[in-house]
């Protein structure tokens, strides 16, 4: 079942601004993740931030996590048009076995140059 | 360094045919082994994973089944394909969800039933 639920489901921007996607989630975790896919390919893992971490950077890569609200987002700087790909927040849920991560729908930002 | 491999990349199949998808891991060992599919523009949704060799666990009953014959291979299969099943079937592993790598994807296989 989808836990993570991203926000917006589309962004369009100009290159070199810069983007936020959001993500909510419904039960206690370990860790959040966010992962990158470009159109028809596989997810790239972009970076994971703990329940115990609250901002967490990455290059031009920023995700903060609140676990107050459930909430995660990722910041993306300096954007490029490399960049344009579907982003996609997953939850490591608190008590799991080895049943993986949930993902969410997803985010489709576009770049524009 | 771990790789992981999946094929094939694209296949068109008619209703009621088999299937058979494979997903291979390089690198590791005794990695935790995850069957996703996507459908077309949404999120992934989790068909089976798999902790070792003969150990399978399903997330949603359907058609499709899955084995582990060796510890870094796992396999997607169907006996009769369904409309229904298309879409792009990833595969991933995690070694250790107290790393902070995250899951490795296989880059896809995108399956439509004609």
């Known amino acids: 079942s989808q836990q993570g639920e991203e926000d917006p489901q589309a962004l369009s921007i100009q290159e070199g601004e810069n983007a936020t996607m959001n993500c909510s989630y419904k039960?206690?975790?370990?860790?959040l993740q966010w992962y990158r896919q470009n159109s028809g390919r596989g997810l790239v893992h972009l970076i994971l931030?703990?329940?115990?971490?609250r901002e967490k950077h990455s290059g031009r890569l920023r995700v903060t996590l609140d676990t107050s609200k459930k909430s995660s987002s990722l910041l993306i700087t300096a954007s490029r048009a490399a960049d344009t790909a579907s982003y996609f927040c997953?939850?490591?849920?608190?008590?799991?076995?080895?049943?993986?991560?949930?993902f969410g729908k997803g985010t489709h930002l576009i770049i524009q140059p | 360094s771990q790789t992981i491999h999946q094929w094939p990349a694209t296949l068109v199949q008619p209703v009621g045919s088999p299937l058979s998808l494979e997903c291979t891991v390089e690198?590791?060992?005794?990695?935790?082994l995850y069957w996703y599919r996507q459908a077309a523009g949404r999120g992934l949704q989790l068909l089976f994973y798999?902790?070792?060799?003969?150990?399978i666990s399903s997330e949603v009953p359907q058609n499709l089944s899955a084995s582990r014959p060796q510890d870094r291979q796992f396999i997607l299969s169907s006996k009769k394909l369904l409309l229904s099943d298309s879409g792009f079937y990833l595969c991933?592993?995690?070694?250790?969800?107290?790393?902070?790598?995250?899951?490795?994807f296989g880059s896809g296989t995108r399956l439509t039933v004609v």
């Open positions: 039960t206690s975790i370990n860790n």
């Open positions: 690198g590791t060992s005794n990695p935790n």
């Open positions: 997953a939850t490591d849920a608190q008590g799991g076995g080895a049943d993986g991560l949930t």
């Open positions: 991933a592993w995690y070694r250790d969800r107290a790393l902070a790598g995250g899951y490795t």
């Open positions: 931030i703990r329940s115990n971490e």
């Open positions: 798999s902790v070792g060799i003969g150990q």
